[in-house]
């Protein structure tokens, strides 16, 4: 019974940081792209203030429940469940040394002038954005691999017996 309860708690905690990601990657940084350098400044300034809770939250979540996944889980599931905690604790490194830096210098700009090469730095957080989300991504479809063959074999598990012919 715990394996279930810890593969359902990383199922959750990973799809809800791979869907945060993904959301932001797809619709709010592309929309910084199309707005006016100040709305995008002050916009990302006041939602990393926002996320920094809640994704470090999540993100510390889908480690736990995927490394507690690997610990109580055997053979291949073991290997699937370290990976996707690896990937959720390269979620939260890429996260921490390469966007939380450039949020910081974000902050300063908009309140101040950007520098002569905003335009790479923004363009580097926007790499470390997609990174951190593809490796969200892996750890959500891992455990969800996981899941399904924890459910195909409970089912075959309770499948009754096919009569033998006499």
Do not use: C
Request: no cysteine; aromatic share 6%.
């Amino acid at each position: 019974m715990p394996i279930r309860l810890v593969t359902g708690l990383a199922l959750l905690s990973t799809g809800l940081l791979a869907g945060a990601f993904g959301y932001g990657a797809v619709n709010v940084a592309t929309t910084f792209n199309v707005v006016p350098l100040d709305v995008r400044l002050t916009f990302h300034s006041a939602l990393m203030q926002m996320n920094g809770p809640v994704m470090q939250t999540t993100m510390g979540l889908a480690a736990l429940s995927s490394v507690a996944l690997a610990v109580l889980a055997r053979g291949t599931h073991r290997h699937l469940a370290g990976a996707a905690g690896a990937l959720a604790v390269a979620s939260f490194l890429i996260t921490r040394f390469g966007n939380v830096p450039i949020n910081g210098r974000i902050k300063v700009w908009a309140v101040t002038t950007p520098p002569a090469d905003y335009a790479t730095q923004l363009q580097r957080w926007e790499t470390f954005n997609v990174v951190r989300t593809l490796t969200a991504l892996a750890a959500f479809v891992l455990v969800i691999v996981i899941a399904a063959r924890m459910a195909r074999t409970a089912q075959a598990d309770h499948r009754p017996a096919l009569p033998v012919p006499a």
